[in-house]
């Protein structure tokens, strides 16, 4: 599967979008807060993103998804507590 990445970073609203370059669907979408919390933690290496070496921007999608899907389940399966 091949994926574009679309960001635009050093804008008031950033935000960061990998599409599947075959149906042209968003695959994953992040923005503001969340994309300044991924790049605190060190999940996101704008850097790496800009790497001429393909396995690198690969490894930094692979991440993505992996964080991205993880906190999406893990707030699905969070009781709700207010009523």
Same mark, same amino acid.
């Given at each position: 599967m091949t994926y574009l990445i679309d960001a635009w970073l050093d804008r008031p609203q950033p935000y960061l979008r990998i599409i599947n370059r075959l149906t042209g669907n968003v695959c994953l979408q992040v923005q503001g807060e969340d994309l300044e919390d991924l790049r605190e933690q060190g999940a996101l290496d704008i850097h790496d993103l800009n790497s001429p070496e393909p396995s690198v921007i690969k490894e930094q999608i692979r991440q993505l998804f /992996?964080?991205?899907?993880?906190?999406? =389940?893990? /707030?699905?399966?969070?009781?709700?507590? =207010?009523?």
């Open positions: /992996l964080l991205c899907y993880a906190q999406t =389940a893990r /707030l699905s399966t969070t009781p709700d507590l =207010a009523g």
